[in-house]
């Protein structure tokens, strides 16, 4: 149980094009998902918090008119890169928490989208 | 300011040895958690210690929290080549919003 998708896996983008990578949360329902990039050879870095049915909340430096977030449904979460640049490629990682487990911060990650912007 | 400061950033070790990482943070936590990431790949719930516990194991897996210090460590014994891979802390503050601040993570090579 407690698996976490991600669509696609790989991309490649021409500059000022969009993207839109997909999260899912196959067998749990998730209120809150969570979007982190990875540069290489570092940390994960939290890009914004995404609650079902409501808008999401970024981290400070984060640009939320470049790097859209839905999260339409309990198990669905969308981040869409807008106009992308090559510095917008990185590793895009997501996850979620499970929505009944009270307190407890459990959160499962999905195997990461491979951005590459040419 | 960056929390889960991991050392040491790189390790390599004959396998058969143990491994030990170490994560320091500044501020209080509610739970401190290890994550696994082999390269390319998405990350792995290792295991979670709450901050009133001292000490946790999962199999070859040792966990250790001192609040005090505002540090904890990851044992790994009895290490095998297929352990290689990226460690991470993450800390969860405790707040409503349920956010994790990462480490910068100690990149393990076991060598066989």
């Known amino acids: 149980g407690a698996v976490v998708s991600q669509h696609p896996s790989r991309v490649i983008c021409k500059s000022g094009t969009s993207v839109k990578i997909e999260c899912r949360s196959l067998d749990f329902q998730a209120t809150t998902m969570f979007w982190y990039r990875q540069f290489p050879k570092q940390s994960l870095m939290l890009m914004a918090t995404s609650n079902e049915g409501s808008k999401a909340t970024y981290e400070q430096g984060v640009e939320k008119d470049k790097f859209l977030i839905n999260h339409a449904s309990l198990t669905l979460s969308t981040l869409t890169v807008t106009s992308a640049h090559p510095e917008d490629s990185s590793f895009y990682i997501c996850?979620?928490?499970?929505?009944?487990?009270?307190?407890?911060?459990?959160?499962?990650f999905g195997p990461g989208t491979r951005l590459t912007v040419l | 300011s960056q929390q889960g400061e991991e050392d040491p950033q790189a390790l390599s070790i004959q396998e058969g040895e143990n491994a030990t990482m170490n994560c320091s943070y500044k501020?209080?936590?509610?739970?401190l958690q290890w994550y696994r990431q082999n390269s390319g790949r998405g990350l792995v719930h290792l295991i979670l210690i709450r901050s009133n516990e001292r000490e946790k194991h999962s199999g070859r897996l040792r966990v250790t929290l001192d609040t005090s210090k505002k540090s904890s460590s990851l044992l790994i014994t009895a290490s095998r080549a297929a352990d290689t891979a990226s460690y991470f802390c993450?800390?969860?503050?405790?707040?409503?919003?349920?956010?994790?601040?990462f480490g910068k993570g100690t990149l393990l090579t076991v060598n066989p």
């Open positions: 996850s979620a928490r499970a929505s009944d487990l009270g307190n407890y911060n459990e959160q499962f």
């Open positions: 993450a800390t969860d503050g405790g707040g409503s919003n349920y956010k994790l601040t």
């Open positions: 501020t209080s936590i509610n739970n």
